[in-house]
């Protein structure tokens, strides 16, 4: 039929081309005919045309019947938005061909029917769910299917369905680093063992009595349930226990599977038993709703996204939220500490600037250029971080977790609002003096080694670049925010690769294997190996992160120049050690615009970099803590309304002794214990 032609011919229209006689077709064109033109339908006027054509309503339900008789769906069960593949990227790729090329199904199977009448399964469902429960109850009636659910064949799908759930739940559990998750377990009963013995004898009091019927009050439905929860309460734990131990992807995706199949032998079990007749109806229906449920996210990206993501970032959020315990000064002391690191820091990236002002003028490719901007940054970051200095915006990836981390384990109250403002201010005062000691040193720094090269060779080796390096700090002859945004996005990303390299750490044992591993212990002794250990625990996470940070920015601006796009890198520090450079390589003959747009620049690149990697972290660190973001609105009227009352403590270390001690408990309490022994 045209396609023009099937938009004008109604539900009940369809009903009577097909089924005004008994037709033996097998075919599942007109069931997907009906469901076309479902959504153009009033239900009501469908139940009034049923109830007054009794020949149609028998003809169409013999149809059904007909249709659906002698086909499995057992695959709609076990297969349908579950994960099949042991990693994420496998999954991923087969769910991306899957959308754009269906894979060919088995035209024998209910799962195959569903595909092929359901053009529109979420808006199928939306549709059906909103009928009333009474015209739907009236609806399986007329169609005589209201109490498939009792019938044998029926009964013998589901059991099989958990069967194979149970089983492929045992193989996934019985893996020795699924079970390594949960050490708990190792001294008491398998509860997936126990699950399937007790299948086991369900099946064979089925295959003894096909007409029997689960209620609440059932021995079998009791024990089945308790061993659900139990096997539940091991995937609980060894999620929990990923915080002590670290977890692989391969592991994670295998303890998302096993809950997946959990889940669904629990939602089996539940349209199974049925303690009255009216409720025959209503789990035939709840069967009917699950399959459509499960088929319509086969293929969900977004599902698999969000599943797959959650507990990684989680793990990434906190270990990053350990270390940005370390980024928040409380006193005035602290305040004074964290300045003088930062003006560390200010002094290594004044040298880097200048340094990278001689590997510009170096002969070579791009690619050289990219390479040795890379190393640059590379090597001044880990410098930076080993003498325990501080690049200031390197803060808000790490401190962005540490709130998020408060925020979801504290009460969201009134109260509790008021505390996590109280700590966005003495984040903000702590960023606001890294910056502070971070510009003051690098700019005259970077002044003071450019006029000592002068003086020394008797040549302004700034003076070729001075314009270029002063036009790129004008927001208005330049890209300098949106490069500035590049940098944040590399802060953030950096943020991950720390948190990502110190749970595989922590999950491969990487410190004790070194301390243990016989080479070194022979080589360099045992003390020196354990020594080795330590330093690899304390500092191969930031070490790491440190070099990717500089690697990003080193090789953003050649990368721009060989595709022919504007890319480069903005970041507060070295923009303030790079108008350094352009005011001396101009012989300081600028004008007063260019004089103050570069300045005032400077600190609003120091504001993008910020904004976009603190931003950035907190939706990660929210996210994967399940915060609601609901209450975000609240949250920022809360932080504005301190602001506006107590505006000095977001610069200076001001303090009030009842919220400091409350904020000092809530971050002491988002320190993770040390892992302990598997």
């Not at 809950?259 to 199974?272: G, N």
């Not at 080796?461 to 001075?466: H, V």
């Not at 749970?503 to 591993?517: D, E």
């Not at 973001?629 to 001001?654: A, C, S």
């Amino acid at each position: 039929m045209p396609f023009y032609s099937r938009i004008k011919v109604s539900f009940t229209t369809t009903l009577a081309q097909y089924f005004s006689f008994r037709n033996e077709t097998k075919s599942v064109e007109p069931l997907a005919e009906l469901m076309r033109t479902l959504h153009e339908s009033d239900f009501g006027e469908i139940l009034d045309y049923l109830r007054n054509n009794e020949e149609i309503a028998d003809n169409f339900s013999y149809y059904i019947k007909n249709l659906f008789s002698g086909k499995p769906f057992n695959l709609s069960l076990t297969e349908a938005n579950i994960l099949s593949e042991k990693a994420f990227y496998p999954e991923f790729k087969k769910r991306v061909l899957n959308k754009f090329l269906p894979a060919v199904e088995n035209e024998d199977t209910v799962w195959f029917l569903v595909d092929a009448a359901s053009v529109h399964p979420r808006r199928d469902i939306e549709y059906l769910r909103r009928i009333p429960q009474k015209q739907l109850n009236e609806f399986f009636r007329l169609l005589r299917i209201d109490d498939f659910i009792t019938h044998p064949k029926v009964k013998k799908e589901l059991i099989f369905s958990m069967n194979i759930l149970a089983w492929r739940v045992i193989g996934n559990a019985m893996e020795v680093e699924v079970v390594n998750m949960a050490p708990e377990y190792r001294n008491f009963d398998n509860p997936f063992l126990a699950l399937q013995n007790e299948l086991d004898l369900l099946n064979e009091n089925f295959n003894k009595n096909p007409a029997i019927t689960l209620t609440s009050k059932d021995e079998h439905y009791k024990q089945i349930k308790v061993y659900l929860e139990q096997g539940q309460d091991f995937v609980n734990l060894a999620f929990k226990n990923s915080a002590k131990y670290g977890i692989s992807g391969k592991i994670n995706q295998s303890l998302l599977k096993i809950r997946q199949q959990l889940d669904r032998m629990r939602d089996i079990l539940a349209v199974m038993v049925t303690d009255s007749k009216d409720e025959v109806v209503l789990k035939s229906q709840q069967l009917f709703f699950n399959i459509l449920e499960y088929k319509s996210h086969k293929n969900n990206l977004a599902d698999l996204i969000s599943d797959s993501t959650r507990l990684m970032s989680h793990l990434i959020t906190n270990h990053t939220a350990e270390t940005g315990t370390h980024y928040i000064t409380s006193t005035g002391k602290d305040y004074f500490k964290m300045f003088m690191k930062a003006s560390g820091g200010g002094i290594i990236v004044g040298c880097l600037v200048v340094l990278k002002l001689f590997y510009g003028s170096l002969p070579g490719s791009d690619f050289s250029h990219a390479a040795y901007y890379a190393f640059n940054y590379a090597m001044g970051f880990i410098m930076i971080y080993l003498m325990n200095f501080t690049l200031a915006t390197k803060q808000p990836a790490m401190t962005a977790a540490t709130m998020a981390k408060v925020l979801s384990e504290g009460e969201n109250t009134k109260k509790n609002y008021v505390d996590f403002a109280h700590l966005v201010s003495k984040v903000f005062r702590t960023q606001f003096i890294a910056f502070m000691g971070n510009v003051f040193l690098a700019f005259p720094v970077a002044l003071a080694l450019i006029y000592g090269l002068d003086v020394l060779f008797q040549q302004n080796f700034a003076a070729e670049k001075a314009a270029k390096l002063l036009q790129d700090h004008d927001p208005f002859r330049s890209k300098a925010i949106l490069h500035a945004c590049i940098a944040g996005f590399f802060l953030f990303i950096s943020g991950i690769i720390s948190g990502n390299v110190a749970n595989s750490s922590v999950f491969y044992s990487i410190p004790k294997r070194i301390a243990k591993n016989p080479f070194l212990n022979q080589f360099i002794g045992e003390h020196s190996s354990k020594r080795l250990s330590e330093f690899y625990a304390r500092n191969w996470a930031g070490i790491m992160s440190n070099f990717w940070f500089g690697v990003f920015l080193g090789v953003t601006g050649p990368i721009g120049l060989f595709f022919g796009l504007d890319l480069d890198i903005r970041h507060i520090t070295f923009a303030a050690g790079n108008v350094a450079l352009g005011f001396y390589g101009s012989g300081f003959m600028i004008d007063s615009y260019t004089f103050w747009i570069s300045i005032i620049t400077v600190f609003i690149i120091g504001f993008f970099n910020f904004a976009v990697s603190f931003g950035l972290s907190m939706f990660l660190a929210f996210r994967s803590r399940k915060v609601n973001f609901g209450e975000v609105r609240e949250i920022y009227r809360e932080i504005i309304r301190y602001f506006l009352k107590n505006p000095l403590r977001f610069f200076l270390p001001i303090q009030s002794k009842t919220l400091d001690i409350r904020t000092k408990e809530m971050v002491d309490n988002t320190v993770p214990t040390k892992s302990e022994d598997r």
